[in-house]
């Protein structure tokens, strides 16, 4: 790991010259790879200590679940999301996972939790080439916040897009879609387990990979992502 760490720190230079360090969000230039420029930071809606933390409270999980978010929805965050999954900008990742590795505390029991990232249906996931929640998964397991299991969940069944549609609507289209992998179900049991996603919108897709994993036998459950829309928890309390 030295020797990569070293190779890397020694290419730096180079890419630098090939690429030269610009803002994600407006293009101004920047010293380093990886970060924002200072207006923009400015414009990112970062909480203060607990401030994008709250309870989500479904009756059939049985008990309250924390959600961690990073940023707050806005107009920044939501270019950051766009660009990073729509714009298939995949570099992103490192930043956005930092921003959520922040808001993250230690599990409960010591131990280090299961990242599971929300699934992709095979057909979308084909189509986009990636699943943005897994490659923050993979990230935030580099950051030493957990073990990433990207094949936890299976979205077995294809679900309209989600955007625009109320709470309800969306529990309606998710149902039945979201399922344990029978393959990693045994991982699952007795551990700790951060869903990670991008965004928490409404909840209902949290709700339905929550379900499949208390299911499954998870011993804690909590929901890590970049960004929340202010309003969108269920039940909120904390």
């Not at 999301?81 to 900008?89: A, Y």
């Not at 869903?195 to 928490?200: C, I, P, S, T, W």
């Given at each position: 790991?030295a020797?990569v760490?070293?190779?890397?720190?020694g290419?730096?230079?180079l890419?630098d010259?090939v690429?030269?360090?610009?803002c994600?969000l407006?293009?101004s230039?920047?010293?380093d790879q990886?970060?924002?420029c200072a207006d923009?930071w400015?414009?990112?809606?970062?909480?203060?200590?607990g401030?994008?933390?709250?309870l989500?409270?479904?009756?059939?999980?049985?008990?309250?679940?924390?959600?961690?978010a990073?940023?707050?929805y806005?107009?920044?965050?939501?270019?950051l999301?766009?660009?990073?999954?729509?714009?298939?900008?995949i570099a992103l990742s490192?930043?956005?996972?930092?921003l959520i590795?922040?808001?993250?505390p230690a599990?409960?029991?010591?131990?280090?939790p299961?990242?599971v990232p929300?699934?992709?249906?095979?057909w979308?996931?084909w189509?986009r080439?990636f699943n943005?929640?897994?490659?923050l998964a993979?990230?935030?397991?580099?950051l030493?916040r957990?073990?990433?299991?990207v094949?936890g969940?299976i979205?077995?069944?294809?679900?309209p897009?989600?955007?625009?549609?109320?709470?309800a609507?969306?529990?309606?289209?998710?149902?039945g879609?979201?399922?344990?992998?029978?393959?990693?179900?045994?991982?699952?049991?007795?551990?700790?387990?951060v869903?990670?996603?991008?965004?928490?919108t409404s909840?209902?897709?949290?709700?339905a990979?929550?379900a499949a994993?208390?299911?499954?036998g998870?011993r804690s459950?909590?929901?890590?992502s970049?960004?929340?829309?202010?309003d969108a928890?269920?039940?909120?309390?904390?």
């Open positions: 790991m020797v760490a070293h190779l890397s720190r290419m730096k230079p890419v010259l690429y030269p360090p610009r994600p407006c293009g230039a920047l010293a990886g970060g924002l923009c400015s414009e990112i809606d970062i909480p203060g200590e401030g994008c933390d709250a989500a409270s479904w009756p059939d999980l049985g008990q309250s679940v924390p959600v961690h990073a940023t707050f806005n107009d920044a965050s939501r270019r999301v766009l660009d990073f999954k729509h714009g298939r900008r490192a930043l956005l996972a930092r590795a922040a808001r993250l599990a409960a029991s010591g131990a280090q299961l990242l929300v699934p992709l249906h095979r979308r996931l189509h080439g943005q929640a897994a490659l993979g990230e935030l397991a580099k030493g957990g073990e990433a299991l094949d969940l979205r077995r069944k294809r679900t897009s989600l955007g625009g549609l109320g709470r609507a969306r529990e309606r289209a998710l149902a879609a979201i399922v344990i992998n029978p393959r990693k179900a045994g991982l699952i049991a007795g551990r700790d387990v869903l990670v996603d991008d965004v928490f909840g209902a897709t949290s709700h990979c929550l994993l208390a299911a499954a998870a459950l909590s929901v890590a970049f960004a929340r829309v202010d928890v269920p039940g909120r309390g904390g």
